[in-house]
């Protein structure tokens, strides 16, 4: 399970995302991670927690986790891909 604290303390010790953040706010797209560029400007910062636009981005090393409890008891691949609508990494479609 996947719970707001871990998500908050993983996001905060995440070093690409603290690479985000520095270059967010610099406001320096030059200095953002390769990964990052196209969402450049969509990138917000609210409680502990690192948003793209709406969506909550989820650090690197939960993804493997998150999507395992997406997928555990999902209907189908549709219903898992709205499920995770809410959320956000690069390359998350793969």
């Keep these: 399970m996947l719970d707001l604290k871990t998500l908050m303390l993983k996001t905060s010790t995440d070093p690409g995302l603290n690479r985000v953040k520095a270059a967010n706010r610099k406001n320096s797209r030059e200095h953002m991670p ?9 990138i917000s910062q609210r409680w502990g927690l690192m948003f793209v636009e709406d969506k909550i981005t989820i650090p690197a090393d939960l993804q493997k986790k998150l999507m395992q409890t997406l997928h555990f008891g999902h209907a189908g691949p549709f219903k898992m891909t709205a499920d995770a609508k809410i959320f956000w990494w690069p390359n998350i479609s793969k």
């Design 34 to 42: 390769e990964k990052y560029k196209t969402v450049f400007g969509k």
